[in-house]
């Protein structure tokens, strides 16, 4: 029999199975708390709980399904991919990435990506399965208890960037980027949410979540109407509709006139401006053209509150695509600025250990690499 994850259980399910189990309901609280609060990942260290209790739910359940198969560390220290396996045998992938005075966790949300991005890693292995709340959240969990942990390690050499006096002691931010699309999985990926939000355990504040979607309409039309105030990012990499097909087959079914719609409807509506991912791919969407047309797009008829996220393309094997330098960035960043469009370009980290964005692609899980 397959046990409980009582990480996928929100408080209010959670006292409906403690009742089925034959305790009594405010014993949920406790290991509510104990799960989210304190972050225990064992059900001994529930010191506040009977040993008896604290023995049948080891029998029935479990805090978290993963199973840690390998912990690369890259960036002298300050980036951490952790690679996971499911129950179900699937290998997913969660990044670490610490900062001067913030953290984030960068979180997969399916095993594998149903979307076939042409120019990602993760796209090229197909859906593998949906992860439940529990397997989402469960990663931050961890991403949390790892910050605890270096706070508590002597630092590597990274004084001139990260140093004890910056060193951030918890974990800041989520950006829901990883493996996966977050909007495939709406339901889980949004369950993962409130339990990450929720005041009477996790407590980590609205804004500190980013989900990032490749531009699925109806997803972005239900995060509009949702409560819990958190970024959104829309990966939109290219101004020009047929070389949006070619790059993103999901151009066909959302084009690139619904999406904008979509987002200023949202950013209307929520008041939150509207984070457009642009990754530069040399000769693909890189040219003097794409940026003003890029310009153009997000400023008329009148601009809406938006921001442009330039990526440098990391490199995928087998994709024939390359990277842009860094003087051609700043150009196509600069046409931009020129248009009044806000625009910043994202710090690369954990391409030493393939844990860049687009580079996850549960390696473990191919028969040569096992
Ligand atoms: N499915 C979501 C989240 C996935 S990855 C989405 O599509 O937005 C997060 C970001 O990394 C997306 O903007 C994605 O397009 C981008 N990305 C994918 N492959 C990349 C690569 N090789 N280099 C840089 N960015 C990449």
């Keep these: 029999m397959l046990k409980q994850d009582l990480c996928n259980l929100t408080l209010k399910e959670l006292k409906s199975y403690i009742s089925e189990v034959g305790e009594k309901p405010f014993r949920a609280k406790q290991i509510y708390r104990q799960i989210w609060t304190n972050q ?26 993963l199973n840690l198969i390998d912990l690369k560390i890259g960036d002298n220290g300050l980036t951490r991919k952790a690679i996971w396996k499911t129950e179900d045998d699937k290998v997913i992938e969660s990044v670490l990435m610490i900062y001067p005075d913030r953290a984030t966790v960068c979180v997969s949300s399916q095993a594998g990506c149903p979307m ?16 439940s709340a529990g397997e989402i959240a469960e990663q931050v969990l961890w991403a949390r208890r790892e910050v605890q942990k270096i706070n508590k390690e002597p630092l590597e050499e990274n004084s001139h960037y990260v140093n004890k ?3 951030p002691k918890n974990l800041s931010n989520v950006v829901f980027m990883g493996m996966g699309e977050p909007f495939n999985n709406y339901k889980n990926w949004w369950k993962s949410v409130e339990l990450l939000h929720d005041k009477d355990g996790f407590n980590m504040g609205g804004r500190s979540f980013t989900v990032s979607t490749v531009g699925l309409v109806p997803g972005i039309d239900k995060l ?3 409560d819990i105030p958190v970024n959104l990012a829309i990966s939109l990499h290219t101004p020009f509709d047929g070389n949006r097909s070619a790059l993103m087959p999901v151009n066909k079914k ?10 200023k409807h949202y950013a209307k509506n929520t008041g939150r401006r509207v984070s457009f991912e642009y990754c530069l791919i040399k000769g693909q ?9 890029l310009a153009y797009l997000l400023s008329n008829p009148e601009k809406f509150p938006c921001h442009v996220n330039l990526i440098p393309w990391n490199p995928v094997k087998d994709t024939g695509l390359k ?19 806000p625009c910043t370009v994202r710090i690369e980290r954990g391409q030493d250990i393939d844990a860049a964005c687009g580079q996850l692609a549960g390696d473990y899980s191919s028969p040569h690499n096992s």
């Design 40 to 65: 225990v990942s064992d059900f001994e260290e529930m010191t506040d709980i009977s040993l008896n209790l604290r023995t049948k739910l080891n029998e029935l359940a479990t805090i978290g399904t």
């Design 116 to 131: 076939a991005c042409v120019f990602c890693a993760t796209g090229k292995m197909g859906l593998l399965k949906n992860l």
């Design 165 to 167: 006096d910056n060193l």
């Design 224 to 226: 509009a109407r949702e």
């Design 254 to 263: 959302y084009p690139i006139a619904t999406l904008i719609k979509a987002s």
């Design 285 to 293: 969407n890189d040219s003097e053209d794409d940026a003003t047309a």
């Design 323 to 341: 990277t842009i330098t860094k003087i051609a960035r700043e150009k196509f960043k600069k046409i931009l600025k020129k248009h009044g469009i």
